[in-house]
């Protein structure tokens, strides 16, 4: 397992070389994240895993990295190519990454 900082991700999903799970809560997905994401609640995300495509790495974030930790490592086991975005969506803002909605905020 690899972690990969916010701007190693933004390159990576710029370039449609990864899948991005945000695994926070949907009113904090709401508040604020990252264009191109998707949303999979940490609660869920073994209900959910089936629709995870194995064909593609997958990066897992959070607000600061701890939730999106455990997923990549779940999913490491499983046999995905699991990585985990450190720092989380704090560190995506503090480097000065684009958030969506306009105005958004990490929540």
Do not use: K
Not at 33 to 39: C, N, V
Not at 51 to 65: H, K, L, N
Not at 72 to 86: I, K, L, P, R, V
Request: glycine content about 12%; proline content about 4%.
């Amino acid at each position: 397992m690899t972690d990969y900082s916010p701007r190693e991700v933004s390159d990576l999903l710029r370039d449609g070389q990864v899948q991005l799970i945000d695994v926070r809560e949907s009113d904090e997905h709401a508040a604020g994240r990252i264009a191109g994401s998707r949303l999979v609640e940490l609660g869920t995300l073994s209900a959910q895993a089936e629709t995870i495509s194995r064909d593609q790495p997958v990066i897992f974030y959070c607000r600061s990295g701890g939730r999106s930790a455990m997923a990549t490592e779940a999913f490491a086991q499983a046999g995905y190519d699991a990585h985990n975005m450190s720092g989380g969506l704090l560190e995506w803002d503090a480097a000065g990454l684009p958030l969506e909605p306009d105005g958004g905020h990490v929540a």
